[in-house]
């Protein structure tokens, strides 16, 4: 089954308006990363997480392990938001499990 | 700062065909990996390794082989390509696997087998 659930699958928003993804994970989670893919397929790296939250400017993420989840929320939504958000776990001294991804279409 | 180069970036094969992907970081990190993606997919491990001549499969290291040349370098070969395959291969790299740190990728090889 899937040890990463990302969700929704796909989200269109609108400039200038706020949205938040999901990750769950069935596997114990140490760490939590989240990607951004361009439409050119680059990773870039936004989040590295322990439990806790972090801000980026107008990314928050938040990772509870104790819950077994973690989100990112988007406030106030730009062109340049628009791709695919993946998180992705670490398990202890394994590599990293991914998640299926969030494709989000940020419109005018 | 550091950076990650993949070669080539794309890479057109024939079915049977054995073909090599090269992945050089200058972050001076330990670890590297090899992910694959699929269209619309997640990344699934292939291999990665800890440090220099050291290999351990991931969950999907069957069809591939893979070599920890020097510290900065990691090649993945695919030992026989299948008809029609097309998947994006992502080299990444970190200080150290054992704690999680930070994962950094590279642009990608994008494969596609006639």
């Known amino acids: 089954g899937d040890q990463v659930k990302q969700s929704p699958s796909a989200l269109s928003l609108q400039e200038g308006t706020n949205s938040a993804l999901r990750c769950n994970f069935s596997?114990?989670?140490?760490?939590v990363q989240w990607f951004l893919q361009n439409p050119r397929g680059s990773l870039m790296n936004l989040f590295y997480?322990?439990?806790g939250t972090k801000e980026n400017g107008r990314l928050k993420s938040t990772f509870n392990s104790k819950e077994s989840y973690s989100t990112l929320h988007i406030r106030d939504a730009q062109l340049e938001d628009s791709g695919t958000y993946f998180c992705?776990?670490?398990?202890?001294?394994?590599?990293?499990?991914f998640g299926t991804g969030t494709t989000v279409s940020v419109s005018p | 700062g550091g950076i990650i180069t993949q070669t080539p970036k794309f890479l057109i094969g024939q079915e049977g065909q054995k073909l090599t992907l090269k992945c050089q970081q200058n972050?001076?990190?330990?670890?590297m990996y090899w992910y694959r993606q699929d269209s619309g997919k997640g990344l699934r491990l292939i291999y990665y390794?800890?440090?220099?001549?050291?290999?351990q499969k991931g969950d999907l290291s069957e069809g591939y082989d893979a070599s920890r040349e020097k510290k900065s370098s990691f090649s993945l070969t695919v030992t026989s390509a299948q008809k029609n395959e097309m998947a994006v291969f992502l080299c990444?790299?970190?200080?150290?696997?054992?704690?999680?740190?930070?994962?950094?990728f590279g642009p990608g090889t994008r494969l596609l087998v006639l």
């Open positions: 990444a790299s970190s200080i150290d696997r054992l704690r999680g740190d930070t994962q950094y």
């Open positions: 390794s800890i440090t220099e001549n050291d290999l």
């Open positions: 972050f001076n990190h330990d670890t």
């Open positions: 997480l322990v439990p």
């Open positions: 596997i114990a989670t140490t760490t």
């Open positions: 992705a776990a670490h398990q202890g001294g394994r590599a990293l499990i």
